[in-house]
């Protein structure tokens, strides 16, 4: 999963300055041999800008990884830096790297730019190393940046572009600090630098729309905004383009209603798989959380096989991160609990949630921590090992508890109830534990009380209980 959905999530084409700009700051190659080559991997990467756009982004980052490469060798830093910019931005909305990786890859964009004095190429990579910087943990780090940044504007070409980029991606590092008034503030400039640049109805103003609706007071508003949004997204880029996808998941989190959730995205599943096969990570994230709508609907049965085809889509790698190699383990701990073999999801997921740690982490990690807590909790509780499921739930709550005030969207709300509930089983109703259970069986009512009637079954069983 990605750590936020409250990102700019990059252009879809390379923006980068004309063959006559650079031509202007950085000669070519003098010998009729090295231009031409030159000029070849010019066009190799305009056939990668064309795939980026198209929503092919492996394929897009394997020529512009080449060219770059080739480039470096020449010594032909204009052209390394378009290519290694157009490298790092589909990595960045790929999602399968670390984001130390990605913000390497932009490091050497910006290398490259500032050695051929590109200060549009710099500016770029600069708006968007920093937000992968702040994705790593190090929002303040990243905002040092900024000034940096600021200065490579004042030369740009593509000001209002490039101005509204950054003030996008510093609203979503604000936003990941809790300051949603100061973010406010810089997504308004952001919105107004892009309509400036683009017009209203272009992808780069739906992307500010989408982390404006995310500091929105209202949640009607909020929804109303995302909605707009993955219109411009439908019309501009098409039904099946991995990032009309990402945005149809992100609506979806959002919905109250979660069948209204899965509807949204069970089709658009299916079609993205089969128009582009080899984006696993997309693919996958789009049935991990059609699994979560149709749990939340009491289809517990299609979602455990939604996220049994969702593990088939990607092999385990020895060499991951404990915190992704968490993630698939709670994919698999959730699907065993769904089809009833409990302790096979305790095997699944207790070593990977005791690898990653306990350290103090941004509150978008610890959710991916307290969604592993919760699955094994819920394990523990199926199998009545309920003084060992506590530790857990009681992590999952705290978790979800802290992503709920953070980005207040329906899915968190939905996990929390969830884990107060199952948390509630698992205290019991001793003399010493009963208060706490029943302050948390009261908190999921209120919750599934107000989400409406898919919630009736869950409410009369959390009511059952407290009677």
Not at 143 to 162: G, I, K, N, Y
Not at 389 to 402: D, F, I, N, W, Y
Not at 450 to 459: H, K, M, Q, T, V
Request: with cysteine; net charge negative; hydrophobic share 45%.
């Amino acid at each position: 999963l990605k750590a936020v959905d409250i990102a700019d999530q990059l252009p879809s084409i390379a923006t980068c300055e004309s063959a006559e700009y650079v031509n202007a700051v950085f000669a070519p190659p003098s010998t009729p041999e090295a231009a031409a080559e030159i000029e070849g991997l010019r066009q190799q990467l305009t056939r990668a800008a064309t795939l980026e756009t198209a929503g092919e982004l492996p394929r897009a980052r394997a020529l512009a990884s080449e060219v770059a490469l080739r480039a470096s060798e020449l010594s032909y830093r204009p052209l390394e830096a378009q290519a290694r910019l157009l490298d790092g931005r589909a990595q960045m909305e790929l999602g399968e790297a670390r984001p130390a990786d990605t913000a390497a890859l932009l490091n050497q964009a910006l290398a490259a730019a500032t050695a051929a004095d590109l200060p549009d190429i710099a500016a770029e990579s600069l708006a968007r190393g920093l937000f992968v910087q702040a994705l790593d943990g190090h929002a303040d780090d990243a905002l040092r940046w900024a000034t940096v940044a600021e200065a490579h504007l004042e030369r740009a070409v593509e000001r209002d572009r490039l101005r509204g980029l950054l003030r996008n991606n510093l609203g979503a590092i604000y936003r990941m600090r809790g300051d949603d008034e100061r973010a406010r503030e810089l997504l308004e400039e952001a919105l107004t630098a892009r309509v400036a640049a683009h017009g209203a109805q272009h992808v780069e103003v739906a992307r500010t729309l989408i982390n404006l609706s995310l500091v929105s007071e209202s949640d009607g508003a909020r929804v109303d905004a995302m909605r707009r949004a993955l219109e411009i997204f439908e019309a501009q880029l098409g039904p099946s383009h991995p990032e009309t996808l990402d945005k149809r998941i992100g609506l979806s989190v959002h919905l109250s209603s979660p069948s209204e959730a899965a509807e949204l995205l069970e089709r658009a599943c299916a079609q993205f798989s089969h128009e582009h096969p080899d984006s696993t990570e997309i693919r996958q994230r789009c049935l991990i959380f059609l699994a979560h709508h149709r749990a939340e609907t009491g289809d517990t049965a299609r979602a455990a096989g939604t996220l049994r085809t969702a593990l088939q889509l990607t092999a385990a790698r020895a060499d991951a991160a404990p915190i992704d190699a968490l993630g698939r383990a709670t994919v698999e701990a959730l699907a065993s609990y769904y089809e009833g073999d409990y302790a096979a999801g305790v095997a699944a997921i207790e070593g990977p949630l005791r690898d990653a740690g306990e350290a103090d982490a941004p509150w978008w990690i610890e959710r991916r921590l307290g969604e592993a807590a919760y699955a094994l909790g819920l394990n523990l509780l199926a199998l009545d090992r309920r003084d060992e499921a506590v530790g857990p739930l009681e992590r999952a709550v705290a978790a979800m508890s802290r992503a709920r005030e953070a980005a207040p969207r329906v899915e968190y709300y939905q996990r929390e109830a969830n884990a107060q509930w199952a948390l509630a089983q698992a205290l019991g109703r001793s003399p010493e534990t009963r208060a706490r259970a029943d302050e948390l069986a009261a908190a999921a009512a209120r919750w599934y009380e107000r989400a409406g009637p898919e919630y009736a079954s869950r409410l009369a069983a959390v009511r059952s209980r407290r009677e």
